[in-house]
């Protein structure tokens, strides 16, 4: 064995172990001491005693090495790491910091042990950081947090910080050790990109609000030109037109009041362009009867509502104008429905029917054979029915 640890004489013998009694003595009264060197002494005074009970107690010399190569080894790695450790009490209250820690705090490590690591919280977060930490370093809980300090000069930086227990051999919670780190730059990241979303939701805003105005400009430059036409033919095209820039303009309308600049409530579209289109063909609710049936939360994209909208207007159009002539009465009725990954839109009137031998394919009317376009656009697929009701069945992808 290493001479270091040779027995020394007796008389030295009983003068260390005095001299270890004074030292546990002394160690009993340490909590007395100033926060900012209580930690420091006590670690002082616990690597004294080690080195006495080895002289003590030769058979623990190797015990008592390896205990400081491990300890030089835990310095050593805990100086180099690129985040904060610390280690607290019972109460809660800071022991150990490494060097890492003054770098993100930005205080000297003898103002951060103790209790006067709370004064560098942020005032608008301390109330709610504080108690909390304290309550579960009591109960011994792990946690994760971030909140605001502020360094020595003024400077505010944003933390996260995850702790766990620490527990003696025989089970006694005797304290936390945890790791800080500075992520600041990650919540400035998070802010830009708000901001950025803000001002992209903006702008989109003010894009729809302005196609809606421009297209409600051109429906009324419409309006006013169809009225100086005698030809009724000729004006019924221009109100078609009309018609059909009205139903564009009530997507972007739409688009405008809603929270989802990229998406179109289609049950809310479909109910508001039913009824503009009675409106607009100034049905009398007396002789034609509007239902509509919609399934709630019926959404689709920009790309899609605005084909799904000028097929409504054609459907609605042409059962409007054909179904019900002179002082015929019947219904008219409108149905959405949502079907597993697909829309289902449903124009069906009580007024004249089709002839049997309708296909859609072959038609000239220029209101059909845009129907047609569009629901090829849509990647879809149309139904006619003329048995007792006249009825088209539109169906595409949500998605």
């Avoid at 000297?108 to 005032?123: A, F, K, M, Q």
Wanted: proline share 4%.
């Amino acid at each position: 064995m290493d001479e270091t640890f040779n027995s020394p004489r007796p008389e030295l013998m009983t003068r260390i172990r005095a001299f270890k009694t004074q030292v546990q003595d002394f160690q009993q009264t340490t909590d007395q001491l100033p926060n900012p060197i209580q930690p420091s002494i006590e670690r002082s005074l616990s690597t004294i005693l080690t080195q006495l009970e080895a002289i003590l107690n030769p058979q623990a010399a190797p015990l008592f090495i390896a205990t400081h190569a491990s300890e030089d080894h835990w310095s050593a790695l805990s100086h180099c790491l690129p985040f904060g450790i610390f280690s607290c009490d019972v109460q809660g209250r800071c022991i150990y910091t490494n060097p890492r820690c003054e770098e993100i705090l930005g205080h000297p490590l003898e103002e951060s042990l103790g209790d006067r690591w709370i004064n560098y919280v942020h005032p608008d977060d301390r109330d709610r950081v504080v108690p909390a930490w304290i309550e579960d370093a009591k109960a011994g809980r792990s946690r994760t947090d971030q909140f605001r300090i502020i360094t020595s000069d003024g400077e505010i930086r944003w933390l996260y910080t995850r702790t766990a227990p620490m527990f003696s051999a025989a089970g006694e919670l005797v304290g936390h050790t945890g790791t800080i780190e500075d992520i600041t730059s990650q919540k400035m990241a998070e802010e830009q990109i708000k901001s950025s979303l803000l001002e992209k939701e903006a702008l989109l805003k003010e894009i729809h609000h302005r196609v809606k105005n421009n297209l409600q400009i051109i429906s009324s430059l419409i309006y006013l030109q169809a009225q100086r036409i005698d030809d009724p033919d000729v004006r019924q095209i221009f109100k078609d037109s009309q018609s059909r820039i009205s139903s564009m303009a009530l997507v972007h309308d739409s688009l405008y009041r809603s929270q989802d600049f990229a998406r179109v409530n289609l049950s809310e579209y479909v109910q508001t362009l039913t009824s503009s289109l009675f409106h607009t063909y100034r049905i009398r609710s007396d002789t034609v009867n509007l239902v509509v049936n919609v399934d709630p939360g019926v959404i689709v994209s920009l790309e899609k509502a605005i084909p799904c909208g000028l097929i409504l207007n054609e459907l609605m159009t042409n059962a409007l104008k054909h179904g019900f002539i002179g002082e015929e009465t019947g219904e008219v009725a409108v149905t959405l429905q949502n079907q597993s990954s697909q829309v289902c839109l449903i124009v069906e009137n009580g007024g004249k029917n089709l002839p049997e031998s309708f296909e859609l394919q072959k038609i000239r009317s220029m209101g059909l054979r845009l129907v047609n376009a569009l629901v090829d656009q849509l990647n879809g697929k149309v139904i006619v029915e003329t048995a007792q009701k006249t009825r088209f069945k539109v169906m595409f992808d949500c998605a």
